[in-house]
Nanobody
Framework: QVRLVESGGGLVQPGGSLSLACAAS????????MAWFRQAPGLERQFVLA???????RYGDPAKGRFTITRDNAKNTVYLHMSRLKPEDTAVYYC????????????????WGQGTQVTVSS
């Protein structure tokens, strides 16, 4: 059974930092590219950033200059490190896996997690 389980969400003040983790199981993690998307209420799911099995990265607009992505293939886990958070970063953050590379098209992702809420507020 394929599972992607996100963790680490919560409430953070503007300007703060937060790291999310996504633990994968039920499929061979290493060949897949992993990505983070986010979805705020009333908006479409938005690409944040992705990483290939060889640590190549693709950054979406929300991530540039503030977020980074890493993966630990030994632990089947991908991480999202966020800094200088803004209220507009408030969203449910989803982890996803793709066999097609580190791409921004959400329709090309094979597996999805259930999401974790990140709220940026004072």
């Amino acid at each position: 059974q394929v599972r992607l389980v996100e963790s680490g969400g919560g409430l953070v003040q503007p300007g703060g930092s937060l790291s999310l983790a996504c633990a994968a199981s039920g499929f061979r993690f290493n060949p897949y590219s992993m990505a983070w998307f986010r979805q705020a209420p009333g908006l479409e799911r938005q690409f944040v950033l992705a990483i290939t099995e060889t640590d190549g990265t693709r950054y979406g607009d929300p991530a540039k200059g503030r977020f980074t992505i890493t993966r630990d293939n030994a632990k089947n886990t991908v991480y999202l490190h966020m800094s200088r958070l803004k209220p507009e970063d408030t969203a449910v953050y989803y982890c996803a896996a793709s066999e097609y590379g580190a791409i921004s098209d959400r329709n090309s992702y094979n597996y999805w997690g259930q999401g974790t809420q990140v709220t940026v507020s004072s």
